[in-house]
Each structure stands twice: as C-alpha cells, then as structure tokens.
C-alpha cells in the first residue's frame, strides 16, 4: 500500500528555474522528512519537520509541513544541475515506521 | 566515522534460489532497518532490528527474514526468490532513538533471473 502520492514523478528543466515537488498523504505523520538519492547511492536526509504548518529553508531549498500534518512541498529557488537526483518524501508514523512515496525524479539542464 | 556498509554491492541469482545481504552499520548505532527499492514501489520498509530483535516489520512474505548480531552487523535473507525480488536492498542505521536520522548504506542490487 502506497500512503505517500508524489507529484510529479519526472521533472526536467532549465538551469535557473524554480521548482515545487508534493507529496500527499491521507494519513496523519509524526512527522515527515525529505530526502535526496543520486544513482549509485542510498538517500540522505535533507530535512525533517515535524510541526504542522512548519517550515524550514536550506539554503535554495524551502520545505513546508502541511497544517493537518498528512502532506509537504519542497520548493526549489535557481534550481543548479547540482539539484539533480531523486527526490524522496517519508512519513515517520507513531510507531516509528517509515513510509516513503515513489520519488521525483528532477534533472536540471545546464 | 566510516558510514554504513553494505555487502556485495550487486548481485545475480536465478529464480528458485536464496540469497543473505549483510550490513554493517554505523559504529555505536544499534538499530538497523532494511528497505526494499523498486522503480514501481519506491522504497518499501521490510524490518526493523535493535539489539539483536526485530522490533518492526513490514507487510513482506515470510521469505524475507533477517537477524541481527550482538556487533549490530545485520543480514536479511530471502529465500526461494522470485523474479518480482529484483531491486535494490538499502539499510539504514540510527542509534536507536525514535525519532533518530536514518543513514543509509549504498545499497545491494540484486538481480534476479
């Protein structure tokens, strides 16, 4: 059962655009983090929010937590080829288990 | 600190077969978490080990199996495999804190014909 519905699965574009990547859920999370996986490696961790309504800036990077504390954005400002990679949302539950939605998959063009 | 380590890197077996994957988790972390990538699923959680028990589990088959030693090093095993096993195992380690950041090793891929 997929919990976490990513959008858009593809995304290519040019270098210096902006971005946003969802990720939605019908259950509620502990809390929810952002990862970022290229070829060859396993994910790591970009962010972790936990507050609803929280929202944390890395650098070009913003991650907003849903108010209802069920869904995300990660919103990329200038996007460089640097940023290219899969982009994976996880949804901690009370329980401590993982749930991670199916990914983006962003390439930016120099 | 050395991150996490996962052993072999790629894998090939023919249906019917087993296979064991081993991870070697950060010095000093104590949990150890194995997930299940595939283009179609993404990233599935298989099991969840903390000082040597199975603290989590996933919605996989009894094929899927692994154990913990008293070093934190984890093996999964999957037995009788399946062309549907194919994909990339990860692990990821935490010290064992709800609530820890997960580090995860590259990866085993295995194939399966």
């Known amino acids: 059962t997929q919990l976490l519905e990513q959008s858009p699965q593809f995304l290519s574009i040019q270098e210096g655009e902006n971005l946003t990547v969802y990720c939605n859920s019908s259950?509620?999370?502990?809390?929810l983090q952002w990862y970022r996986q290229e070829p060859g490696e396993g994910p790591v961790l970009l962010v972790t929010?936990?507050?609803?309504?929280e929202v944390k800036k890395l650098k070009r990077l913003t991650f907003q937590f849903g108010d209802a504390r069920k869904d995300s954005s990660l919103h990329i400002t200038a996007a460089q080829p640097g940023d290219t990679g899969l982009y994976l949302c996880?949804?901690?539950?009370?329980?401590?288990?993982?749930?991670f939605g199916t990914g983006t998959s962003l390439t930016v063009i120099p | 600190k050395a991150g996490v380590t996962q052993t072999p890197r790629y894998l090939i077996k023919t249906r019917g077969q087993q296979v064991t994957l081993s991870c070697s988790p950060i010095?000093?972390?104590?949990?150890v978490s194995w997930y299940q990538q595939t283009p179609g699923q993404g990233l599935q959680f298989l099991f969840e080990?903390?000082?040597?028990?199975?603290?989590n589990k996933g919605n996989f088959p009894g094929r899927f199996s692994g154990r913990q030693f008293s070093n934190s090093r984890s093996e999964m095993n999957v037995s009788t495999l399946e062309l549907g096993d194919s994909a990339l195992y990860l692990c990821?380690?935490?010290?064992?804190?709800?609530?820890?950041?997960?580090?995860f090793g590259p990866g085993t891929r295995l194939t399966v014909l």
């Open positions: 990821a380690s935490t010290a064992g804190v709800i609530g820890d950041t997960q580090y």
């Open positions: 259950s509620v999370f502990s809390s």
């Open positions: 929010v936990v507050t609803g309504g």
């Open positions: 996880a949804g901690r539950n009370t329980g401590n288990q993982f749930y």
């Open positions: 010095s000093g972390h104590r949990s």
């Open positions: 080990y903390f000082s040597e028990t199975q603290r």
